[in-house]
């Protein structure tokens, strides 16, 4: 009996083995470069070690291989084209979009994962369909108290400022930026006074960070999904902890209920759920309640994480560069002309802070690389053609730290974008194409209106804390920009 056991793990071996090496072979017999792939892991061996994230290991193949159009390599043991050449991204993010509409699966049908049932994991016609919806949340009138919301938030921010500074004159940026515009996000969502709702606001606090540093059996799980869906799906298997579907199911049936109770008619996140859950809606627009609580979550931490982590790293590099920082602190002097109040109005008026959040944005890309899903085969050319499923990756970061495409690459040079008679075309922080980031306008005047107030109350400067360079940590798994150690600067009053 033992004999013949394991002359069956043997047979089960040499069938495992035969089948992966004919697979790594993918690239090779279509005559397209890429990076070697080792048994089992492809290339994912650095990336699943840890040794770096997965926009550092894609930049790696970059530069290896820039001459070339594209490279194929293996996510495990399936192959994924890397895009290097610039029509080609332009082709698969906007063109021929229609050709590549998805991002890859990321959710399965089990509870815990559906909190990830929102705008970006959907696809197709679905997803057109409720983008649609959605856009309203980011209307100009919506994004005007929007702007009310980030004045009415920041005596708050500039309390915890000047309480910290009665210690010391060193801040940690991400800590305090977290804070700060969880309370901004939820009010504007879900009409949340976080001054009223400590609890939540700290519950959230924490769900939103195990999201951005999940836990090493969420990314194991999460890791098999990519290896073995179809197995994944079989045995009802879920990369979230439960306590993630437990909490935004309670907190949405809750929100829900208590906006019913008030008959209260505000057109936020949870007004718009609430109208899409009625009778009498085209299939396509109405949402059932694993739905509702995807859109909860994903709303949150799409915007929480990244607008954050984006503010900071603008402080912190204005603290190194102190000529950018007065010429920044002159624009808003001039925009703001002695008025404490930052307005919809004048926060639009402040160009070069744009140009100061996009060179961030350059530098730090929240998605070091895009993703995609072709769904329909597409012949690229005669030696070429991306059969339907197959995932395409796009190296954003490489592109953005590219000396052919932006100049200097290393240096901090917010007028790259603002003298530039058309913004550059390679350009991805918030995404590219039809799929761009639908939050884009929201995170921008948030972004603004701190950056604004902060530059106009307080010099920044680098501390004893203060890193160059930067070291990130490389177990985070969705936002790779997250450095260890945080971010810290000095800051000085103003006197004005």
């Given at each position: 009996m033992l004999g013949l056991i394991t002359s069956l793990i043997c047979l089960v071996c040499v069938a495992a083995y035969i089948f992966l090496k004919r697979r790594y072979n993918y690239w090779k017999n279509l005559e397209v470069a890429g990076p070697e792939p080792t048994m089992v892991v492809g290339n994912m061996k650095d990336f699943i070690s840890l040794k770096f994230s997965e926009p550092d290991m894609v930049h790696e193949w970059y530069k290896e291989y820039k001459n070339e159009p594209y490279i194929g390599y293996y996510n495990f043991w399936k192959p994924t084209l890397l895009v290097i050449d610039p029509e080609l991204i332009k082709a698969i993010t906007e063109t021929e979009f229609n050709y590549f509409i998805d991002h890859p699966e990321l959710i399965t049908e089990t509870e815990p994962d559906a909190v990830m049932d929102s705008l970006f994991t959907m696809s197709g016609a679905r997803w057109k369909a409720k983008r649609q919806i959605f856009t309203k949340l980011f209307s100009p009138k919506k994004l005007r108290e929007l702007s009310n919301i980030l004045e009415e938030q920041q005596d708050s921010l500039l309390g915890e400022f000047e309480k910290l500074l009665k210690s010391t004159d060193e801040v940690e940026l991400m800590r305090i930026m977290e804070r700060h515009v969880l309370k901004i996000l939820t009010s504007f969502m879900y009409s949340i006074d976080s001054s009223q709702n400590q609890e939540s606001h700290s519950k959230l606090s924490e769900l939103s960070e195990i999201f951005a540093r999940p836990p090493g059996s969420s990314v194991r799980r999460f890791l098999f999904f990519v290896v073995f869906p179809s197995l994944y799906h079989k045995l009802k298997l879920s990369a979230f902890p439960r306590v993630f579907w437990n909490y935004f199911n309670n907190f949405t049936n809750e929100l829900l209920q208590s906006r019913n109770d008030q008959n209260v008619n505000r057109e936020d996140l949870v007004a718009l759920i609430g109208k899409m859950q009625k009778e009498g809606l085209l299939e396509t627009d109405r949402i059932g309640h694993n739905e509702a609580v995807g859109h909860v979550f994903g709303f949150l931490i799409a915007g929480h994480h990244t607008t954050m982590t984006t503010v900071s790293h603008a402080i912190y590099q204005l603290s190194l560069h102190?000529?950018?920082?007065?010429?920044?602190?002159?624009?808003?002097?001039?925009?703001?002309?002695?008025?404490?109040?930052?307005?919809?109005?004048?926060?639009?008026?402040?160009?070069?802070?744009?140009?100061?959040?996009?060179?961030?944005?350059?530098?730090?890309?929240?998605?070091?690389?895009?993703?995609?899903?072709?769904?329909?085969?597409?012949?690229?050319?005669?030696?070429?053609?991306?059969?339907?499923?197959?995932?395409?990756?796009?190296?954003?970061?490489?592109?953005?730290?590219?000396?052919?495409?932006?100049?200097?690459?290393?240096?901090?040079?917010?007028?790259?974008?603002?003298?530039?008679?058309?913004?550059?075309?390679?350009?991805?922080?918030?995404?590219?194409?039809?799929?761009?980031?639908?939050?884009?306008?929201?995170?921008?005047?948030s972004m603004k209106s701190i950056i604004a107030k902060i530059i106009s109350e307080y010099i920044i400067l680098p501390g004893t804390k203060t890193r160059k360079p930067l070291q990130f940590d490389t177990s985070t798994f969705f936002i790779t920009v997250h450095p260890v150690g945080g971010l810290h600067v000095r800051l000085q009053k103003r006197i004005k």
């Amino acid at each position: 009996m033992l004999g013949l056991i394991t002359s069956l793990i043997c047979l089960v071996c040499v069938a495992a083995y035969i089948f992966l090496k004919r697979r790594y072979n993918y690239w090779k017999n279509l005559e397209v470069a890429g990076p070697e792939p080792t048994m089992v892991v492809g290339n994912m061996k650095d990336f699943i070690s840890l040794k770096f994230s997965e926009p550092d290991m894609v930049h790696e193949w970059y530069k290896e291989y820039k001459n070339e159009p594209y490279i194929g390599y293996y996510n495990f043991w399936k192959p994924t084209l890397l895009v290097i050449d610039p029509e080609l991204i332009k082709a698969i993010t906007e063109t021929e979009f229609n050709y590549f509409i998805d991002h890859p699966e990321l959710i399965t049908e089990t509870e815990p994962d559906a909190v990830m049932d929102s705008l970006f994991t959907m696809s197709g016609a679905r997803w057109k369909a409720k983008r649609q919806i959605f856009t309203k949340l980011f209307s100009p009138k919506k994004l005007r108290e929007l702007s009310n919301i980030l004045e009415e938030q920041q005596d708050s921010l500039l309390g915890e400022f000047e309480k910290l500074l009665k210690s010391t004159d060193e801040v940690e940026l991400m800590r305090i930026m977290e804070r700060h515009v969880l309370k901004i996000l939820t009010s504007f969502m879900y009409s949340i006074d976080s001054s009223q709702n400590q609890e939540s606001h700290s519950k959230l606090s924490e769900l939103s960070e195990i999201f951005a540093r999940p836990p090493g059996s969420s990314v194991r799980r999460f890791l098999f999904f990519v290896v073995f869906p179809s197995l994944y799906h079989k045995l009802k298997l879920s990369a979230f902890p439960r306590v993630f579907w437990n909490y935004f199911n309670n907190f949405t049936n809750e929100l829900l209920q208590s906006r019913n109770d008030q008959n209260v008619n505000r057109e936020d996140l949870v007004a718009l759920i609430g109208k899409m859950q009625k009778e009498g809606l085209l299939e396509t627009d109405r949402i059932g309640h694993n739905e509702a609580v995807g859109h909860v979550f994903g709303f949150l931490i799409a915007g929480h994480h990244t607008t954050m982590t984006t503010v900071s790293h603008a402080i912190y590099q204005l603290s190194l560069h102190p000529q950018i920082q007065e010429k920044l602190r002159t624009e808003v002097d001039s925009v703001l002309k002695g008025k404490d109040n930052i307005t919809y109005d004048s926060i639009k008026q402040m160009t070069y802070l744009d140009g100061v959040i996009n060179e961030t944005l350059r530098l730090f890309p929240l998605l070091g690389v895009l993703k995609r899903t072709c769904t329909q085969t597409y012949k690229i050319n005669d030696k070429l053609t991306i059969p339907k499923g197959m995932d395409i990756s796009i190296p954003a970061y490489s592109i953005h730290t590219d000396p052919e495409y932006f100049p200097e690459p290393e240096k901090f040079i917010p007028e790259r974008f603002t003298d530039a008679e058309t913004p550059p075309s390679l350009f991805m922080s918030f995404g590219k194409g039809p799929r761009m980031c639908i939050g884009k306008r929201f995170a921008y005047i948030s972004m603004k209106s701190i950056i604004a107030k902060i530059i106009s109350e307080y010099i920044i400067l680098p501390g004893t804390k203060t890193r160059k360079p930067l070291q990130f940590d490389t177990s985070t798994f969705f936002i790779t920009v997250h450095p260890v150690g945080g971010l810290h600067v000095r800051l000085q009053k103003r006197i004005k």
